[in-house]
């Protein structure tokens, strides 16, 4: 599936968000060799790491689809993506 410079953004600010929240999800609980989760706060938060590992899976194939396409190296991309994800204001246009 061939993606715009604008997708692959969206889908990092997404894969951002999922880490995010498995991030205050584990400070919530505490730190799990030291307090004992309850399956309730294992099960949130294995879902949470997982959607953020297949957020995370999706973006990097993506990346690699468009810098195939465009022909630019990848790591170029990878970087120009998280940039303007994480800092709008230094947004660089794909």
Same mark, same amino acid.
Request: proline share 4%; net charge negative; glycine share 8%.
């Given at each position: 599936?061939?993606?715009?410079?604008?997708?692959?953004?969206?889908?990092?600010?997404?894969?951002?968000?999922?880490?995010?929240?498995?991030?205050?999800?584990?400070?919530?609980?505490?730190?799990?060799?030291?307090?004992?989760?309850?399956? !309730? *706060?294992? &099960?949130?938060?294995?879902?949470?790491?997982?959607?953020?590992?297949?957020? +995370?899976?999706?973006v990097?194939? %993506? =990346?690699?689809?468009?810098?195939? !396409? *465009?022909? &630019?190296?990848?790591?170029?991309?990878?970087?120009?993506?998280?940039?303007? +994800?994480?800092?709008?204001e230094? %947004? =660089?246009?794909?």
């Open positions: 599936m061939a993606h715009t410079f604008e997708d692959l953004v969206l889908m990092q600010r997404a894969a951002d968000e999922a880490h995010t929240a498995v991030g205050q999800l584990q400070g919530q609980y505490g730190p799990p060799t030291q307090t004992a989760w309850t399956d !309730e *706060q294992q &099960t949130s938060w294995e879902t949470g790491w997982r959607a953020w590992r297949d957020l +995370a899976g999706d990097q194939e %993506a =990346v690699t689809e468009y810098a195939k !396409e *465009q022909g &630019t190296p990848r790591h170029q991309v990878e970087s120009d993506v998280k940039r303007s +994800a994480r800092h709008p230094l %947004a =660089v246009d794909g």
